[in-house]
């Protein structure tokens, strides 16, 4: 909800990247040093646009921030890009450059992670469903740790660590019970999902790990859920992962030298939700206070730490550019599918823009809000309600479910939708036959494109039978 902005061309420093600003002459939006226009002239439109210095100072302070709270409390700390954000070339080196591993899920993820020069031992690879040719390739490539996910999963990283001749470091992905979300989190004895093992299970499965030789095991890994703003939930389930381990040290003969936390850190999307979302500053030290209080407890010793932060890292360093091609006042009263809020408003007016669905799933995946502005200049008119709306065959393809815009947006215009650096391009799609957006990175010095975009000739290229224009069919 953002109707509550007073000023609909403010760019909100909490949401937007900080280097986005208008140009006190044209009230055009400039990314890092670049106008909207230049860049949507330049590389098409829809676009996504990184802030590199952005996404570099977010990945230095999380790192560093994480890694002081370690020392405070008498360990280190290893702290991993989650590369399922957003993950291509530039963006695994900005992550390595900044002193991150990075963590993939996939062998195409470990690709772009190798491709772009990530040192292997500074790789950690999830996945619940890891193929024995992506196990097979992450032990070859000297990947530093595979977390395993299942039983069965123990002995296929066991047969490729003995067949390459080496140890594999390995960590054990449980399910403490707990699941995060914004605000509350839920406590259970099991959660009824697809990653990782019931925390009851953990001895059995360490167990079984230590029973090969060709495994080295380090430590439980847990990931409890996304866009979490407090730290209750992490509280619990470290303290209930840290409870298990008097007794894996037992079956180890040694005490267990580190504990993953996951990730999941919240960010702002709105400017509603910019109220509240902690200092990061704060998150570290109570993570690293309960880690602490947990290893007092239990009579272990502080584990290093590990943490795999995605969203937080680069989602607030990107926003997508779109250009509008229709707009359409629907009036409310009498609708059913207005909330009692926007019946306050007569008419809700609808700008459509031209991507959507295909370019950002997550509105129509989890609901998710976004904040829009105008880019390409500013207007004294009076604020509209507005839902901003893709160009796809589908009732919900919402890119912005509800904002306020000044009431002459037009057609032409072009609009910038903030913090979608995380689980946009990497979540893209062809739905009806869209290209997917380029990617070009925006800092100081000017702008280049990162990623390139697909053509249409790109996705007629996958049709067996298709043959450029000018090409002689084949018999
Ligand atoms: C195991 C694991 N680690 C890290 C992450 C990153 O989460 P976020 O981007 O919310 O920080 C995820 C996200 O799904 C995950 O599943």
Redesign the pocket.
Known sequence: MTTDVSDPNELDQRVFPPTARRDPETGELRLGVVSASTLISQYGSPLYVLDEDVARARARTIRVALEAEAERIGTTATVYY?G??LLCIDVARWMSEEGLAV?V?SGGELAVALAAGVDPSRIGF?GNNKSEQEIGRAVGAGVGTIVIDSEIETERVAAAARAAGIRQRVRL?VNSGVHASTHDYLATAHEDQK?GQPLSDAPRLVAAILAHDSLEFVGL?C?IG??IFAADGFRESARRLMAVYPELARLAGHSIPELNL????GIAYTSAQAEDVPALADVARELADMVADGAREFEVPVPHLAF?????VIGPAGVTLYTVGTTKPVPLAGSDAAAPADLGHSERLYVSVDGGMSDNARPALYGADYQVRIANRTSGADPALVRVVGKHCEAGDIVVHRDVLPGDVRAGDTLVVAATG??CWSLASNYNHLPRPPIVAVSGRGARLIVHGETEDDLLAKNVSWRPEGDPPTA
């Open positions: 989650a399922k954000a963590d899920a999830h992905r990653f890994h990931h996304s866009q996951g990730g999941g850190f795999e932060p995605g969203r937080i995380a689980y």
